[in-house]
C-alpha cells in the first residue's frame, strides 16, 4: 500500500485474493485489494472517514466499517461500494465501529463504541436494507456469531453474550482486561486477547476461560495485543 494511512485490517479469501482497510481519521479511508497474494496492492475505494474492519461472505457480498458509524456495503466482489444508513441513536451521535460478523446473504452484525463506557451495535436481518441499533455501556471491539442468534461481544472490562440475536445480552465471567479481539477455530473453540496483555481461551463458546498469557503487572514492561488470528488448533498469532 502505497498511501500514507494506518492499515487496520487485512483478511484474504484464498491464496491469491485479499482485501485491506484503514485510513486516517478526520481525513480518508480507504480499501485495497490483492490478486498475487499481499505482493501488490490497489486501492478500490476512499472514503472521508478512517475505515476499521472489512470482510466478506462471499466472493461477491462484502462489508466494511468506520469512523462516524460508516457501513459500506458490496455485491460485485469490491469493485462498488454502496454506503448504508443506520439510524442514529441521538442526532449528532458520533461512535466509530469497530468490527463485522457477516452470517448469511441476509444477516450482519456490526460492533463499536468510544471512551470506554459507549457501545453501540448494529444489526440487518435484510441485507442492509435496514439496520437495527442498540447501545450499552462499555466500549465494543470485536464480535463473533457462531449462527445467527448466539454471538459473543468483547470489549472495555468484559464479554457480553447473546442468544437470540442481540435483543439481550448477558454478561460472561471473564472480565479484567480491555479485551480487543477474538478467534474462533469453531464455534466452541476460541482465543482471545486484550489491550493489558492477556490471552484467554475458551472451549465452550465463553461458558468458562482459561488464562493462557496473563496481564501487565504494574511493574512489568507494557505488552498491548489489538488482534488475535487462529488458522487451526496449533497455529495462531
Not at 490478486?35 to 475505494?45: F, M
Not at 472480565?175 to 492477556?198: E, Q, R
Not at 488458522?231 to 495462531?236: E, L, S, W
Amino acid at each position: 500500500v502505497n498511501d500514507d494511512i494506518n492499515v487496520e485490517k487485512i483478511i484474504f479469501r484464498n491464496t491469491s485474493l485479499g482485501y485491506a482497510c484503514g485510513g486516517r481519521k478526520g481525513e480518508i479511508g480507504c480499501i485495497y485489494t490483492t490478486t498475487d497474494g499481499g505482493q501488490s496492492w490497489q486501492r478500490i475505494y476512499n472514503c472521508s472517514q478512517s475505515l476499521y474492519d472489512v470482510e466478506f461472505l462471499n466472493d461477491s457480498i462484502g462489508y466494511a466499517c468506520g469512523d462516524n458509524m460508516t457501513i459500506l456495503k458490496t455485491n460485485n466482489g469490491g469493485k462498488t461500494w454502496l454506503l448504508q444508513h443506520p439510524y442514529q441513536p441521538l442526532s449528532g451521535f458520533e461512535c466509530p465501529l469497530r468490527s463485522i460478523c457477516s452470517i448469511d446473504s441476509s444477516t450482519c452484525y456490526i460492533i463499536g463504541g468510544k471512551g470506554f463506557s459507549v457501545g453501540l451495535s448494529y444489526k440487518t436481518f435484510n441485507a442492509g436494507n435496514e439496520w437495527i441499533y442498540n447501545t450499552y455501556d462499555k466500549e465494543l471491539r470485536n464480535i463473533y456469531f457462531k449462527d445467527r442468534h448466539n454471538g459473543l461481544l468483547v470489549g472495555y472490562g468484559g464479554w457480553l453474550k447473546t442468544t437470540d440475536s442481540l435483543n439481550s445480552t448477558q454478561p460472561l465471567s471473564l472480565s479484567g482486561d480491555f479485551y480487543t479481539c477474538v478467534s474462533f477455530i469453531d464455534p466452541s473453540l476460541g482465543y482471545a486477547c486484550g489491550y493489558n496483555g492477556g490471552i484467554y481461551k475458551t472451549t465452550n463458546f465463553g461458558n468458562t476461560f482459561s488464562q493462557l498469557l496473563n496481564e501487565n503487572s504494574a511493574l512489568s514492561d507494557g505488552r498491548h495485543f489489538n488482534g488475535i488470528d487462529f488458522k487451526d488448533t496449533n497455529n495462531g498469532c
